[in-house]
């Protein structure tokens, strides 16, 4: 199992501190340093800042929204930062959710596994510098009945075959990116819950196309916390957690309020989603059980966190991204050092 660093948002109040926390993790022999985006900074942006200052770590997009992009420009990008970075970038992609896919980019939530099946199909041909046609039910290239014609992508990637992540949450999302992935990018991933939650779909999707699930990357982002007061640490995760389980998305369409009913939350995460959607995000926090944030996050001491990252390597992780909290550069990288320092102790590098 090897160690990723994810940087999240860019804007979240902590970027001056970003670019040190990633070369850290390059310093120590981290294979992975992720970025996101949702509604305030793109990721192809900051990867390429991370990939110019660092020397060994690969740069991930978690995820590239697929609304946000026609496919080619997705596989310019991706042929672009890996041509850049020589050849460490790794390509993440997500549909996002209804409110920023329609809010945000006026794209119609609708039919997501058909349309990322397609997308993933079209940025595949374009990265393998074929001349790209496609016919497709959400995509037709070239248009018909016009001037265009097949184009082949003008760069050159390093790698002939960039890594291809989806990040998935439901059970068919997640059968549909062990088919036509290379990796799954995932949260909320409890060791304890992992085999019907994830790896039994995923293993599913493999089985499809005739493989397993060695070769495939299996990389959920954990949040981690450095410390000897667990009660204090785990509290610290809570309203995060109350974030995603009671408020990303609406009563409907919350993919991680179905995730934490799946591991068996059936009632908190009702009661999270009643508080937090009635506006009482602190009764929505106390409503999150302790069980929950300790199975999906790394906390406490040194070989506390060692422990459970041999659960996560043992339930088929291969590359564990920490989300290391902290409010100041000091204790953000403190927590990078612990991460490098309690795999050693775990004996999983």
Not at 324 to 334: C, F, K, N, S, Y
């Amino acid at each position: 199992m090897r160690l990723g660093i994810n940087l999240g948002y860019w804007g979240a109040g902590m970027d001056a501190d970003n670019l040190a926390v990633a070369q850290e993790a390059d310093r120590l022999g981290y294979a992975v340093c992720w970025a996101a985006e949702a509604y305030g900074s793109d990721a192809p942006t900051v990867l390429s800042w991370v990939a110019a200052q660092t020397r060994r770590i690969d740069v991930g997009s978690a995820i590239l929204q697929i609304p946000a992009r026609a496919p080619a420009m997705t596989a310019m990008t991706a042929a672009t930062l890996d041509s850049l970075s020589g050849g460490r970038f790794r390509l993440g992609l997500g549909v996002s959710g209804p409110q920023v896919s329609e809010g945000w980019y006026g794209v119609r939530f609708d039919k997501p596994l058909a349309r990322t099946r397609e997308y993933v199909e079209i940025v595949r041909t374009a990265m393998s510098r074929q001349r790209l046609t496609h016919r497709g039910e959400h995509w037709t290239l070239p248009l018909p009945d016009g001037p265009g014609k097949p184009i082949k992508l003008t760069v050159h990637p390093v790698r002939e075959r960039i890594p291809l992540y989806i990040a998935a949450i439901g059970p068919k999302n997640l059968r549909q990116t062990g088919e036509i992935a290379d990796g799954a990018l995932l949260i909320f991933f409890s060791p304890e819950h992992a085999e019907h939650t994830a790896l039994a779909p995923l293993r599913e999707g493999r089985a499809a196309i005739g493989a397993g699930l060695d070769g495939f990357d299996i990389a959920p982002t954990v949040p981690l916390a450095v410390g000897d007061d667990l009660d204090a640490l785990t509290d610290h995760f809570r309203p995060y957690t109350a974030l995603y389980v009671g408020g990303m998305g609406s009563r409907e369409q919350n993919f991680y309020n179905r995730l934490a009913r799946r591991m068996g939350y059936e009632k908190e995460a009702a009661e999270i989603q009643d508080h937090y959607l009635a506006g009482d995000k602190q009764a929505a926090a106390a409503a999150v059980p302790r069980s929950l944030i300790d199975s999906t996050t790394l906390v406490g001491p040194v070989d506390r966190i060692a422990d459970r990252m041999r659960a996560y390597a043992e339930a088929g992780v291969t590359t564990l991204s920490l989300a290391p909290a902290g409010l100041t550069l000091d204790e953000r990288i403190a927590a990078v050092r612990a991460g490098a320092e309690a795999l050693e102790r775990a004996g999983i590098g």
